[in-house]
């Protein structure tokens, strides 16, 4: 069983950035698509962004789309998201996935296996 480990995440003022990274403590296929999820507190955990395996398709919220970018390094096995105009809406914990498919609109993506820890994203007003 793969397991994900997050990390990146802080605190941040609006209109801030942050980059967070996602390894996997087993090897894994490259092949995988992938994807970030978040889950802010009294929330159910959402879809942000997914990318395929090779990084030429990838997939976004609504709410994330022209300030998030995913990306993936299938050298070193990592998992990228670089999140820009952070928003105190922002706020949560972001986790990393493997993803069935990248999903479309009104059908997202559906993670594959167990969840990580999560990196904590807080952004203040």
């Known amino acids: 069983q793969v397991q994900w480990v997050e990390s990146g995440g802080g605190l941040v003022q609006a209109g801030g950035s942050l980059r967070l990274s996602c390894a996997a403590s087993g090897r894994i296929s490259s092949a995988n698509p992938m994807g970030w999820f978040r889950q802010a507190p009294g929330k159910e955990r959402e879809f942000v962004a997914t990318?395929?395996?090779?990084?030429?398709?990838?997939y976004y919220a609504d709410s994330v789309k022209g300030r998030f970018t995913i990306s993936r390094d299938n050298t070193q096995n990592m998992v990228y998201l670089q999140m820009n105009s952070l928003k105190p809406e922002d706020t949560a914990v972001y986790y990393c996935?493997?993803?069935?498919?990248?999903?479309?609109?009104?059908?997202?993506?559906?993670?594959?296996?167990?969840w990580g820890q999560g990196t904590q994203v807080t952004v203040s007003s």
């Open positions: 990318i395929n395996w090779n990084g030429g398709t990838t």
């Open positions: 996935n493997r993803v069935l498919t990248l999903g479309v609109p009104g059908i997202p993506p559906t993670p594959s296996d167990s």
